[in-house]
């Protein structure tokens, strides 16, 4: 079985390299499908697809509690 790029329940997002249909769409990692990729729900539709990892990176992180009060990134 292939390594895992993304856990489940990571939030990532459509790359630029990836299919239009893709590309700066916003989601939530819900499984891993080996060889055929990640089931990714995502946010503009609630719907389940199923993506290839080299058309997914990691969006940037959402959380208050990731940066500090002078703006420096914390380990979460």
Known sequence: ???RKFRDGDRVTGREEGPASFRNRV???VEFRGRQGYGVKFDDTGITEHVS???L???VAERQDC???QGTPMAV
């Open 1 to 3: 079985m292939p390594a």
């Open 27 to 29: 989601g939530t990692v």
């Open 53 to 55: 990892s080299d058309w």
């Open 57 to 59: 990176g990691l969006a």
């Open 67 to 69: 940066v500090s009060k």
